[in-house]
């Protein structure tokens, strides 16, 4: 999988916000070139288990701090961020059990979601929230 490259064009102005989405493309990127080396599988699911927790901890703060502004958009924010875990969990169940590579279908998914995801869905939170003031 070619890896994510962090830039600024993916600041959602939020400094939070942008430190937890480098970790989850730190994480990806992990992921992918573990994948690449074919290491152990425990390593794998232990990577892919931190990014799927570290996602649902980053998902709860960046809704309830859309919550506590009145974003107009939480509900489409709520409903893609639902739709990922749905996926994340049906592929693991689908495709992990004694893997030692996670599948490169799962992993370009990932990279795909989250750069599309980061660059459109939350870039449109960055300026109603400037607006009032956070950052
Ligand atoms: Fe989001």
């Known amino acids: 999988m070619e890896l994510i ?3 600024s064009a993916f600041s959602v102005g939020i400094s939070k916000m942008d430190q937890q989405h480098l970790e989850i493309v730190r994480l990806i990127n992990t992921l ?12 794998i699911s232990e990577t892919l288990t931190n990014l799927t927790n570290y996602a ?15 974003y107009p958009e939480l509900a489409a ?10 996926k994340v969990v049906a592929f ?7 893997e030692e ?9 990932l990279r795909d979601w989250w ?3 980061i660059l459109h869905s939350d870039m449109e939170y960055r300026g ?3 607006a009032r003031g956070v950052t």
Request: with cysteine; proline share 2%.
């Open 92 to 98: 693991c169940q689908e495709t992990m059990d004694g």
């Open 115 to 117: 750069v599309d995801h």
């Open 101 to 109: 590579n996670v599948p490169a279908g799962l992993l370009d998914f």
């Open 128 to 130: 109603f929230l400037e």
């Open 5 to 7: 490259v962090w830039t």
């Open 32 to 43: 992918a070139t573990t994948s690449e080396i074919s290491v152990r599988s425990e390593l």
């Open 56 to 70: 649902n901890e980053h998902f709860r703060e960046e809704e309830r701090l859309l919550e506590e502004h009145g």
């Open 77 to 86: 924010q709520k409903a893609d961020h639902r739709a990922y875990r749905m």
